[in-house]
Every structure is written in structure tokens, then in C-alpha cells.
């Protein structure tokens, strides 16, 4: 059996393979009929020789190769993504008979070995790869990170014998952002505290979920994103108590200002929540998504009219004409009043 996963999400694709795993039957002779190939130095000559060889003691043969359609295609970045650490092919130059030779061996494969072909990013439509998978009869898999992050936890919730109410799912898709792996170990833990006896909330969030270093980071933006006024002015009294510099806040509030006329911008030119992800650099869907349902509660006009006025902040407290707690607690009051 032929299997190709790709995309970024890990933590989905680990359960898979996993659950492959385990479908392999006796524990005891998985490991003796299991194999675990790096693409990026792989010749076809190497994975034949584990794709080739009969079972032991075992029905099935699994081999689970990463990066080799990414290393045909020339080069291929190191596991953590460093340029720096880039491998070349070492074989044939010619990359393009490489993958045909791939491909016309997958045809002629042993039916007792499962071929699993991971690639870490989204493959191409038109890769020649995932028509002859599909071809083949294979199982081809996309892993993406969800857009719609709220609803992947309300579905994981259940997984654990759990109900959580939406604003909870909310609140925690903040406060995590899209790490799955993350999210379902803190869904497993309030799984547990409410033990089936009611749904998940809030308050359980509160008190079981700490706030990342991240949600720290961004929780005052998020706030006045969401022109909630409340949590604005309680996050901004917990920065100010933690030692965060006044002007340092009223920056990170400019920033995400400029953020969200960028992405309100880019949505009205017609991009997807997609095509903003990538022009952004941002490793999901969802952080595009979140932005435009904030850029949403604004006009363009009320966005641009704010970024005026916190340059004349800037100059007013920097002359001695305004002192900057006054103009964090003017300038939150201005984007959280509906």
C-alpha cells in the first residue's frame, strides 16, 4: 500500500503514522519490520533495499520515508528549516529521471510493504508524485493546519470524552495559537479536571491554561483587535506591572495598528485568508484569519485616523505635552468604544 502525507501539520500526521503502527499487529515484531529513512541523502537503490525485503515474522512491512520527493526536487532545507543546512543530492544530477524511477518502482513494489512518503510542506497539485499515488490506488493525505481553529478543538474535545463551550474554545485557540500537539495536551488536562461532569468553560481555561509567552506578547493587540475595552485595560495594568515602558506598549499597539490596515488592505484587494498567510510569513491560516475577523471591527478610515493620532502621541509625550499613561488610557478607550 502507497500512503503520501504532506503538509505542516506534525502532531496530525504523527497519529497516522501511528496509528499505522499499530495496525501492524505484535509489538514485539514491529521494530524488526519497521523503517525509518531520511530522503535527503536516500538513493533508490537504498530504499529498495527496505522496501524489497519480506516480512519477518510479520505480515506487512512499513517504511516511512521524509523529504525524498523535496530532495528530488534538488535541494531540501534541514529538519529545522535553516537554509544554512540545506543537503544536496548526492546521485545523479538528473533529479527529474530520479523521481520517474520513483515513480515507476512504486508500481512494481512488494504488496507486503506499506510505503509511506512524508513531505513536511504542501506538495504542489500538478506534482507528478500525487497523480501516480492517486494512480496507484495509494492513500494521500494533506496535512494542513486548520483555519478554523475554535472548531478543531470543539471536534478534539470530544476525542476525549469532553464538551467545550465555543467561547472557551475561543479563549484557549488564543492563548495557544495553532500548536496542535500544545492544544491537545491542554484539552487532555481539562478533559480530566471536568471529568464529564459539565462542559468545559472559561474559568477552567483560566485557571488550568497558563498564557504563553506568546499570548503574553500579543494578549493586549488581540484586546483592542477584538475592541474588547475590559481585558485592553486589565492586560495593559499587567504589562505596566510587569515593567513594560509605557512608549514600549503604545509601539506594539502602532504595530499591530499598521497590521491590521495591511491585512484589511490585502483582503479588500482580493487575497484569501491563504495567499495573507504567505505574504505575511505566517505558518498558518488561522493568524491571517484572526487578524481579518479584528481588522473587521474596524473601518479603514477609523484605523488610519488612530495611526495619526498615535504619532501625535508620540510627539506630545516626547515634547512634555501629554504623559504617556494618560495617552495609553486615551488611546485604548478610542479603539474599544463601539
Not at 98 to 124: H, I, N, S
Not at 187 to 203: D, H, M
Request: aromatic fraction near 6%.
Amino acid at each position: 500500500m502507497l500512503y503520501l502525507f504532506h503538509g505542516p501539520d506534525d502532531f496530525s500526521r504523527a497519529e497516522k503514522i501511528a496509528a499505522l503502527r499499530a495496525a501492524m499487529g505484535d509489538p514485539t515484531t514491529v521494530d524488526m519490520n519497521m523503517a525509518l529513512l531520511d530522503g535527503r541523502t536516500l538513493r533508490l537503490s537504498d530504499l529498495r533495499q527496505h522496501t524489497d525485503a519480506m516480512p519477518f515474522l510479520a505480515a506487512r512491512r512499513l517504511v516511512i520515508v521524509t523529504g525524498y520527493l523535496a530532495f528530488l526536487g534538488g535541494r531540501t532545507e534541514g529538519a529545522d528549516g535553516d537554509p544554512a543546512k540545506t543537503v544536496f543530492n548526492p546521485s545523479s544530477p538528473d533529479k527529474v529521471e530520479q523521481l520517474q524511477d520513483l515513480l515507476d518502482y512504486m508500481g512494481r513494489m512488494p504488496p507486503t510493504t506499506d510505503l509511506v512518503l512524508v513531505e513536511t510542506k504542501a506538495l504542489d497539485r500538478s506534482h507528478a508524485a500525487l497523480k501516480a499515488v492517486k494512480a496507484l490506488g495509494g492513500e494521500i493525505v494533506l496535512f494542513a493546519v486548520s483555519e478554523n481553529l475554535p472548531g478543531w478543538i470543539i471536534r478534539r474535545a470530544t476525542e476525549h470524552g469532553a464538551v467545550i463551550e465555543p467561547g472557551a474554545a475561543d479563549l484557549l485557540a488564543r492563548l495557544v495559537g495553532p500548536d496542535l500537539r500544545t492544544l491537545n495536551n491542554e484539552l487532555e488536562k481539562l478533559a480530566l479536571y471536568v471529568a464529564g461532569q459539565r462542559p468545559i468553560n472559561k474559568a477552567d481555561i483560566d485557571l488550568l491554561v497558563p498564557y504563553t509567552e506568546e499570548a503574553d506578547q500579543f494578549g493586549l493587540s488581540n484586546a483592542i483587535g477584538q475592541r474588547n475595552a475590559r481585558r485592553a485595560y486589565d492586560q495593559m495594568h499587567k504589562e505596566l506591572d510587569e515593567g513594560s515602558n509605557p512608549m514600549a506598549i503604545l509601539g506594539s499597539i502602532a504595530a499591530q495598528i499598521r497590521a491590521l490596515i495591511e491585512v484589511k488592505d490585502m483582503a479588500e484587494r482580493g487575497m484569501s485568508p491563504t495567499e495573507i498567510a504567505q505574504a505575511k510569513g505566517w505558518k498558518s491560516d488561522y493568524a491571517a484569519s484572526a487578524r481579518l475577523k479584528e481588522a473587521a471591527n474596524f473601518s479603514m478610515a477609523r484605523l488610519e485616523q488612530t495611526l495619526e493620532m498615535l504619532l501625535e502621541m508620540d510627539v506630545a509625550i516626547k515634547t512634555g505635552r501629554m504623559d504617556s499613561l494618560l495617552a495609553l488610557d486615551t488611546l485604548i478607550a478610542r479603539l474599544c468604544t463601539r
